[in-house]
Each structure stands twice: as structure tokens, then as C-alpha cells.
Nanobody, 115 residues
């Protein structure tokens, strides 16, 4: 059974940084494009960054230039380095495959940006 376990969230001041991790088990990780999604209160879940098996990355306009997605196929882990955080980045962050069918969602990790 595939499991996604996110970690690394927390409370940070505007302008601060966090690094999120997502450990994936139960599938051949390196074959799949992986993404980081977020869901803010009252809003739909959105894809903010994705990385393909060959390492190519893409970002939403809202995080481009501030967030960096990476992966370690040997550790079945995908990372999200978040810099210059803004209050509007406050959300629960999840990782998942990119493209259907999505995997069962993990518990996510809360990121709160506030002074």
C-alpha cells in the first residue's frame, strides 16, 4: 500500500524559510512525477510545484522564484524548500503524484506564516 508522509511545517515569520519533506513508500518512486500541493482555509487544493523523474521542475506563478522542489530517488523522498515566505503561503501542504490517478492523500503538514 502506498503511503505519503509529509513533515517539516511550522510557524514562521514573513520572509522566513522552511523545508518540507515527503517520504513515499509502496511504489517505484523514481518512475513518477511528484508534486507539492497546498490547501488554504476555504480554498481548493492547488498544485504549486512539480518535478519529473528526470529532474525537470515547474512552479505555479505564486511560488516561482521562492520555492524549490527536489527529489532523492534513493531515499524515495521529495522536498520543498520555501524561502521568502508570505502570509498567503499559509496552508496545509501535501505531496502526491502529478496526474491521474492520484494516490491517497497523506496527513499533510501545516505551514503558517505570521508575525
Amino acid at each position: 500500500q502506498v503511503q505519503l508522509v509529509e513533515s517539516g511545517g511550522g510557524l514562521v515569520q514573513p520572509g522566513g524559510s522552511l523545508r518540507l519533506s515527503c517520504v513515499v513508500s509502496g511504489m517505484i518512486f523514481r518512475f513518477y512525477a511528484m508534486g507539492w500541493y497546498r490547501q488554504a482555509p476555504g480554498k481548493q487544493r492547488e498544485l504549486v510545484a512539480r518535478i519529473f523523474g528526470d529532474g525537470i521542475t515547474e512552479y505555479s506563478d505564486s511560488v516561482a522564484g521562492r520555492f524549490t522542489i527536489s527529489r532523492d530517488n534513493a531515499k524515495n523522498t521529495v522536498y520543498l524548500e520555501m524561502n521568502s515566505l508570505k502570509p498567503e503561503d499559509t496552508a496545509v501542504y501535501y505531496c502526491n503524484k502529478v496526474g491521474a490517478p492520484l494516490l491517497n492523500w497523506g496527513q499533510g503538514t501545516q505551514v503558517s506564516v505570521s508575525s
